[in-house]
């Protein structure tokens, strides 16, 4: 069952003058994601971000995974669980540039995925990824000087997103660690996190 929000009112300039509108009214839709957590021998790539084992990532048990109707993204949010406590591996080895920490981490956070439920059914695309972690938040955008994930829409429930590029389309695995120092907001370092992920959201329906 969809779950509504209410945005605060927005604002708007029209014609010349501000005028308010009603706030639209954004569902969420109740989702899951399941990490593929590859290894170099089953699938010969070394997946630098994964899961802690207890398998998909649901609604329930203090976690929230939903897909918000109002931009399509998902989100996973396990900075609530308790019982069992739902975390995420991050490998950070695997260093390009910067000062940030190089020990991998154990940490309850959140991932969010840009986009999906606007995508027709066989859509590729690349699309925005974020992480927050317990030490800043790790973002897959291009225009930060990482790299996009692809995304694809195998059916109206499953989406697959890879840090793979099977298409050419500029896809890649290299993230930016985004910290706050000293009350500023800045980019630490980059890294390759490889991550391949399936988003399944069982009442979804694709558009025609």
Known sequence: MQRVLMTACAWVAL????VPIAAEKVRTTPAAITFADRTV????VQDRITSDGLGSYTGGGGSECVIFSST????LDTTSSRNPLRIMD???SQVIS??????PISTTGTAVIQGLSQMHIGDVKLTGAAFGTSIGQL????????TYVTATRLDAQTWTITTDDPYSLGAGDVAVLVQIVKNKTVRT???HLPIQMIVTCPTC????
């Open 189 to 191: 370092g980059t890294y």
């Open 15 to 18: 014609t010349g003058h501000i």
């Open 72 to 75: 399509g993204d998902v989100r």
């Open 98 to 103: 910067g000062s940030g920490p190089t020990s």
């Open 205 to 208: 329906v694709a558009p025609l």
């Open 90 to 92: 991050f490998d950070l």
């Open 139 to 146: 973002h897959f955008l291009a225009n930060e000087g990482g």
């Open 41 to 44: 021998a089953t699938d010969g």
